[in-house]
């Protein structure tokens, strides 16, 4: 999977093509694996980290932050970004755990449920 362009057609898709994608080498400008700045709408991820996910922890990754893009800065991680989250096919956690939840999402992601976005890859 190419996670940016996995991440640059979902944010298309929804009318949010002014925003870009950027793999830096280490971690991002937040020092994590991945952030969304409202500043110069952008979506950073840090290759280095992104190296060590599986194609699941990938996606979900991309779809937290494309979430953030669309319930605005203010949402943080509360009810309506994770709304958005979940509405988008991913998991709604905010970090990655082995709760029922996650291991539900990456049960569902195996089996290819409608409402998972095969359509962007
Ligand atoms: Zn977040």
């Known amino acids: ?3 940016v362009k996995f991440t640059r057609c979902h944010l298309s ?3 949010y093509s002014t925003w870009d994608v950027e793999v830096v080498p280490t971690l ?3 020092g994590r694996a991945a952030g969304t700045t409202f500043a110069d709408r ?3 991820f840090s290759e280095h980290v992104m190296a060590y996910l599986d194609e699941f922890e990938q996606k979900d990754t991309a779809l937290h932050e494309i979430a953030h893009v669309i319930a605005g ?3 943080g991680h509360g009810d309506i970004w994770r709304n958005v989250f ?3 096919g991913g998991s709604g956690q905010v970090n990655w755990n082995p709760s029922p939840e996650w291991l539900a999402y990456r049960f569902r992601m195996l089996l290819g449920s409608p ?4 359509e962007t890859r």
């Open 1 to 3: 999977m190419d996670l």
């Open 13 to 15: 898709l929804r009318g």
């Open 28 to 30: 991002t400008p937040f």
């Open 42 to 44: 952008k979506i950073y």
């Open 73 to 75: 800065l203010t949402a």
């Open 86 to 88: 979940l509405q988008l």
């Open 115 to 118: 409402q998972t976005t095969e």
